[in-house]
């Protein structure tokens, strides 16, 4: 996978999407919100407590700096007290932050669904994704783009200060002013911002190799069970006989996504255990039958890939149907319940972790390569895929 391939997805997500990870955490997708009807009772004897109003008394008499407010001094006894914690995931979050998370989950804003790149002539081009609200107004492949909402794009703007300039809430609109290709009178095109639908899945056979599939899944959605379906029986007819599925970058997305991807390519048995606080262990089963056969799998991994995708991977490599080549994954296995406070600040706190089919933690651990590659800064010099090329070797001669 190339870094401009890379860079394009970045591009897109801005342009499709709300920022979907503020400090408080990378995904959204393992928070639950949580409504308790009654405060949880402390079970700690408040004189344990007394000896920090006894330091803190000696801060008062004796600090000659600036002192923090009572609200400042008790969010900073949360966050000290939650760090003792040992867990990166449970988290104290501030009332404007949890309001930006809050309208982020609710999918308030939108976007027009284009690709945003800069020529090296400084040229602003725009790319339609198909089916989104840009294609539909008349957004074609290759338009310059002039202007958004009467403001000139200069060539001191970012990609991501146009991408911003054009996302916003969902159901207003947004006039770009825009060149079509070979064309000189410019057109300003009206667009409501909508939910945008990108694919979760692109697939090809390989050039080296065209009875290779490779599958590229960028995130779990509800819609990544259907793909990856059409994908795979897609290859076939083109005459793959190996496939390859690469989870690099894939931050996750929905649980029930990985779960039905995993159910996809095994046959009955065991996806992953859940370890609750509250419900004890659950098990999570694959039905009969799968999509790809007896195919040869091969998963690539990476720093990049977490949650969801660390799912998937742990069961297809504990079931020993896939093996897993690249780099030691992310680590996220654990879903958060989000608690609202009386000031509108909120906390995360991790109330399960997930296990493999094996009962391997994920969380803070990660998954571990069958094949460990090493990226080489002059492999990313050259642009040349060495996690890819040797999954290539391994499928070609099983070593």
């Not at 867990?87 to 309001?99: A, H, K, N, S």
């Not at 076939?236 to 599925?245: H, K, M, P």
């Not at 690469?246 to 991807?261: K, Q, S």
């Amino acid at each position: 996978m190339s870094n401009r391939a890379l860079n394009i997805l970045a591009v897109v997500m801005v342009v499709a999407m709300a920022v979907l990870a503020f400090t408080a955490g990378y995904f959204f997708n393992d928070y639950v919100e949580a409504r308790p009807q009654t405060t949880p009772h402390v079970s700690q004897e408040n004189t344990d407590f007394a000896v920090f109003w006894e330091a803190w008394g000696w801060v008062e008499r004796s600090f000659i700096g600036e002192k923090p407010t009572p609200r400042q001094v008790a969010y900073g006894a949360i966050r000290g007290a939650l760090s003792t914690l040992n867990d990166p995931y449970t988290i104290f979050i501030e009332p404007v932050v949890r309001q930006q998370e809050r309208e982020t989950l609710r999918g308030n804003f939108g976007g027009i669904g284009a690709t945003i790149s800069r020529q090296e002539n400084g040229d602003v081009l725009l790319d339609p994704i198909p089916g989104n609200p840009a294609e539909r107004a008349g957004v074609q492949s290759g338009d310059r783009l002039l202007a958004v909402d009467g403001e000139v794009i200069t060539a001191e703007m970012s990609v991501e200060e146009i991408a911003n300039k054009i996302r916003g809430e969902k159901g207003t609109s947004v006039t770009l002013t825009l060149i079509h290709p070979g064309e000189t009178e410019s057109v300003d095109i009206a667009i409501i911002r909508d939910d945008i639908l990108i694919p979760s899945v692109s697939y090809r056979l390989l050039d080296s190799d065209p009875a290779i599939g490779y599958i590229w899944l960028t995130r779990f959605s509800g819609e990544s069970k259907g793909e990856i379906e059409a994908a795979v029986l897609a290859l076939q007819e083109q005459g793959a006989e190996q496939l390859i599925l690469d989870l690099r970058g894939n931050g996750g997305g929905l649980l029930d996504a990985a779960i039905e991807i995993a159910d996809q390519f095994l046959d009955e048995g065991e996806i992953m255990h859940q370890e609750s606080a509250a419900e004890g262990s659950k098990t999570y089963r694959a039905t009969r039958g799968t999509i790809a056969g007896d195919m040869s799998l091969v998963v690539l991994i990476d720093g990049g890939t977490a949650s969801a995708s660390e799912i998937l991977a742990g069961a297809l490599q504990d079931r020993g149907r896939a093996i897993l080549i690249g780099q030691q994954s992310f680590g996220k296995g654990s879903v958060q319940l989000v608690y609202d406070l009386s000031d509108s600040s909120s906390v995360h706190i991790t109330s399960a972790r997930w296990l493999t089919p094996n009962r391997n933690v994920i969380d803070q651990v990660g998954l571990t390569p069958d094949i460990m590659v090493e990226r080489t800064a002059e492999a990313m010099a050259d642009n040349r895929d060495e996690t890819l090329a040797r999954a290539v070797i391994y499928l070609q001669t099983g070593e």
